[in-house]
């Protein structure tokens, strides 16, 4: 089946730092992918979805300038989040899709802890 | 407004005992309807689809109907294991690929 990586599976640092996430398809040309945040005994919140080549779509709510999101290839994709604080820490998560293709293949997620 | 609402977890069921969980969504036009496992450390799964009223997923003894009249894709297995221990999420697929997930419910199995 698809197989969707992220690196790095956790990541720790600092208030005010930015942390850099990535989103791999390993073996499909991932034309859509999503990403997501996951908070403890929560839903997936959809965050944003990018086409490749394109600006990401941002959901109601997310500030874009915080939440960098680049798909320049069809394999990869990326999630910046900006001078982070506290409670920007969590379980993110990205998905990717084929082109036509209804399925998302998820990646494991990320764990972001800021201190 | 697209939701969707599952049945409060954690659900514990002794091994070979007969799974329920509920799921009822609110939806304009015709989505599809997914149901998704994320297994301990692992990333989410799909587990089984259904893309029209009637429609009935199935895949390693879970089974759900797309139950348009009622709103519903209640997830069903006649003997769970203890693998089957997970969470898992009902979703339904917007077009242009958005998912609106549940809240998630945590299935513990006991031998």
């Known amino acids: 089946g698809a197989v969707v990586s992220q690196h790095p599976s956790w990541v720790i640092c600092k208030s005010g730092t930015s942390v850099k996430i990535e989103c791999r398809s390993l073996d499909f040309q991932a034309t859509t992918m999503f990403w997501y945040r996951q908070f403890p005994k929560q839903s997936l919140m959809l965050m944003a979805t990018?086409?490749?080549?394109?600006?990401?779509?941002?959901e109601q709510g997310v500030e874009k300038d915080k939440f960098l999101i680049n798909h320049a290839s069809l394999t990869l994709s990326t999630l910046t989040v900006t001078s982070a604080h506290p409670e920007d820490s969590s379980f993110y998560i990205c998905s990717a899709r084929g082109q036509g293709a209804i399925e998302q293949y998820f990646g494991p997620g990320t764990r972001l802890t800021v201190t | 407004g697209n939701s969707v609402t599952q049945m409060e977890g954690p659900v514990t069921l002794s091994e070979e005992a007969f799974l329920t969980i509920n799921c009822t969504y609110t939806a304009t036009g015709y989505p599809s309807l997914f149901w998704y496992v994320q297994y301990p450390g692992e990333g989410l799964q799909l587990l089984l689809k259904a893309t029209k009223a009637d429609d009935k997923g199935s895949n390693k003894g879970f089974e759900a109907t797309y139950r348009k009249e009622t709103t519903s894709f209640h997830l069903e297995k006649g003997s769970v294991q203890v693998s089957d221990s997970a969470v898992y999420f009902c979703?339904?697929?917007?077009?242009?690929?958005?998912?609106?997930f549940g809240q998630g419910t945590e299935l513990s199995v006991k031998p």
């Open positions: 990018s086409n490749e080549g394109s600006k990401a779509t941002y």
């Open positions: 979703a339904l697929n917007l077009p242009g690929g958005k998912l609106i």
